[in-house]
């Protein structure tokens, strides 16, 4: 694998930096101050002054030999490798580069809350240098010892590091390793809310699923994020403990934790693989129809997709680094393509403006992912740098038809066959090779996921 050094490099090159600190534009609404030398704080999530001690907070291996099943499945978590992530790091110290150190706790809040609350993440940090509590980014206490959600973006919650700790369980034992506590909060989205929502510096809103719950058939319903993200088993809390409903702690997402010594499990990958294939089959659906036309003439191809979450956008989350998106082939009865879109060029991109082989070389392409633009009306891959965030996802429960425009020629020969597939990604391949990574971590940020087919004919007549 490169190393950072090398990555920074390729990324400054690739996206034009000049290594020049760029000038801060902060939100007044947002609750963050400007000190005197243009570092950006937050009194709850971003202080300037650490408001608790790391050595206060225990590591999950700590937890392990009580809450082994626990452990285990937040290892699987995206929550265990917050802070190791090989593209996020790049990307954090990428915006420490352009923006002069002066906001490198924003994207730590939440990566690791312990950190940069302790001390730990603070002006010119360097990831080498931090704490093993630290280094476990999401770890079991920085959930269980929250004692309260003032805010539903940005890491809005307290920590309570000399508190019991807290979570769903109405009636915790008591037990010699530490106090336990109830908390109604645990079971709610607003917990999940106050670091899954996250706002820039800037007021420009970059992932919404929290807001986007509030409105959704599945909040009306009473459905919590809990319910599909942490699905409920029978089992014990710990061992030795009563039988109880319990919930999954691997909070299934879209990708695997992209470390070297998970992908070398190739068991543990395939079943990562696999959950993440269920979670998204289903989300979405995609249908075909069209009108019979003759030969020489267009055929109006409608492609209609409908999201079938009923607690969040299809995409959601990180949708300007997410792919989503449709892919078209129509050939005629000879097998000859006479359209296609949504296909990839050499290097595996979709054929939009990021595409180094053919850059706006797929006019109709059906995307449901979203993007950044500059000051200039230009596309931007970092938020820090943008002024707008367009959006092309699909809300609960909303359908949505695209109309292609299919040519022929008078000596097409019909009937034409239509083969088209949903395809979601988490990462595209400009990013990662940007970003210098290659190997096994590469192939897996690149893995794409099949979610829904259609296929039908068209007369020519």
């Not at 106050?194 to 699923?209: A, F, I, K, Y």
């Not at 096994?440 to 068209?458: F, G, N, Q, R, T």
Request: glycine fraction near 8%; include cysteine; charge should be negative.
């Amino acid at each position: 694998m490169m190393s950072f050094k090398r990555m920074l490099l390729a990324l400054a090159l690739v996206v034009g930096c000049d290594k020049t600190a760029q000038e801060t534009s902060v939100d007044p609404t947002i609750p963050t101050t400007v000190s005197d030398d243009g570092t950006v704080h937050d009194d709850l999530s971003m202080p300037a002054e650490p408001t608790l001690d790391p050595a206060d907070f225990k590591s999950a291996q700590e937890c392990v030999s009580c809450h082994p099943t626990h452990v285990e499945q937040w290892q699987s978590s995206a929550h265990a490798y917050a802070m190791v992530d090989p593209v996020y790091r790049v990307l954090v110290m990428q915006r420490q580069i352009d923006l002069g150190a002066t906001e490198d706790q924003f994207c730590t809040q939440c990566h690791s809350s312990v950190g940069t609350r302790g001390g730990e993440c603070v002006s010119g940090f360097s990831f080498e240098e931090l704490s093993p509590i630290v280094q476990e980014g999401v770890t079991c206490e920085s959930c269980h010892k929250i004692s309260s959600v003032e805010r539903m973006y940005n890491a809005g919650h307290t920590l309570d590091p000399t508190g019991p700790l807290r979570g769903g369980i109405e009636d915790p034992i008591d037990n010699a390793f530490h106090e336990s506590a109830y908390s109604e909060d645990h079971k709610t989205s607003e917990l999940c809310g106050s670091c899954h929502d996250v706002v820039e510096t800037s007021g420009l809103e970059l992932e919404r699923p929290y807001e986007e719950w509030t409105t959704s058939p599945a909040a009306l319903d009473g459905q919590v994020c809990q319910d599909c993200h942490m699905p409920a088993y029978d089992g014990q809390a710990s061992v030795g403990g009563p039988d109880r409903t319990l919930h999954e702690h691997r909070w299934v997402g879209v990708d695997l934790p992209a470390t070297e010594a998970f992908l070398a499990d190739t068991e543990a990958v395939e079943a990562g693989r696999a959950r993440i294939q269920e979670l998204l089959e289903g989300s979405a659906t995609l249908s075909l129809s069209a009108d019979p036309a003759p030969p020489g003439e267009v055929v109006d191809l409608h492609v209609t997709l409908s999201n079938e979450i009923g607690a969040h956008n299809f995409p959601t989350g990180t949708t300007f680094i997410r792919q989503a998106w449709v892919e078209v082939i129509v050939s005629d009865a000879a097998g000859n393509v006479v359209y296609e879109t949504g296909t990839l060029d050499a290097n595996g991109d979709l054929r939009d403006h990021w595409s180094e082989v053919e850059p706006y070389g797929d006019k109709d392409l059906i995307s449901l992912s979203s993007g950044f633009i500059d000051a200039y009306g230009n596309p931007e891959i970092f938020p820090w740098r943008a002024t707008e965030h367009w959006l092309n996802a699909l809300s609960p429960g909303y359908e949505r038809t695209y109309t292609l425009f299919v040519p022929t020629s008078p000596d097409t020969v019909g009937p034409l066959q239509v083969v088209s597939r949903l395809r979601f990604r988490a990462f595209p391949p400009y990013l990662i090779r940007i970003v210098g990574l290659e190997g096994p971590v590469a192939e897996e940020k690149l893995h794409i996921y099949d979610l829904e087919d259609a296929s039908m004919s068209v007369e020519l007549r």
